[in-house]
T-cell receptor, first 115, second 115 residues
């Protein structure tokens, strides 16, 4: 089966600019996650969708980050305006269904550099 | 709330030697436990998981981990490592009762296998 697809792989922008990332989960996976991985740290959950509804966005900086999952398939994560501290790898993951024991399948991520 | 501590940030080891990557967790509730591997410029891949039953869990690529409830540990082991095992390894926990399956990751351990 095809894995989780993310684009772009790399993005360089200046602070205060905006940027968007795209994710296409594994076909049939109802649950989609966006994680932020800062260099030298483990991934941190930003937002979780179940179909097209938000399950958990408690750690999403809502003043600058937004995400949507229209039609319950693809998802986009946007940052506007970007800050230097947003430099990180943004990982998308999907699972067949929600639940603590369900394995999450990760994409290769988008590496964002803020100048 | 849960937290995960990976006790070693870097573990250098020679090829064919055994290795242990240590993970301790803190939680006031019952948890599921996971180990993920991340190769350079790639996303995370699930190595193994503990949900219930036998405390010794076998995963892919010859890795295994043992759940120790009294010591709140979930150490990862491999009896003989290969050069190709060089990667970043992440321990993660999930609250059993969390319907969303949110993962809390440790900081990661960089395994470097030398010839």
């Amino acid at each position: 089966e095809a894995g989780v697809a993310q684009s772009p792989r790399y993005k360089i922008i200046e602070k205060r600019q905006s940027v968007a990332f795209w994710c296409n989960p594994i076909s049939g996976h109802a649950t989609l996650y966006w994680y932020q991985q800062i260099l030298g740290q483990g991934p941190k959950l930003l937002i979780q969708f179940q179909n097209n509804g938000v399950v958990d966005d408690s750690q999403l900086p809502k003043d600058r980050f937004s995400a949507e999952r229209l039609k319950g398939v693809d998802s986009t994560l946007k940052i506007q305006p970007a800050k230097l501290e947003d430099s990180a790898v943004y990982l998308c993951a999907s699972s067949l269904s929600p639940g603590a024991g369900q394995p999450q399948h990760f994409g290769d991520g988008t590496r964002l550099s803020i100048l | 709330a849960q937290s995960v501590t990976q006790l070693d940030s870097q573990v250098p080891v020679f090829e064919e030697a055994p290795v242990e990557l240590r993970c301790n967790y803190s939680s006031s509730v019952s948890v599921y436990l996971f180990w993920y591997v991340q190769y350079p410029n790639q996303g995370l891949q699930l190595l193994l998981k503990y949900l219930s039953g036998s405390t010794l869990v076998k995963g892919i690529n010859g890795f295994e981990a043992e759940f120790n409830k009294s010591q709140t540990s979930f150490h990862l082991r491999k009896p003989s490592v290969h050069i190709s095992d060089t990667a970043e390894y992440f321990c993660a926990v999930s609250d059993r009762d969390n319907q969303g399956g949110k993962l809390i990751f440790g900081q990661g351990t960089e395994l470097s296998v030398k010839p």
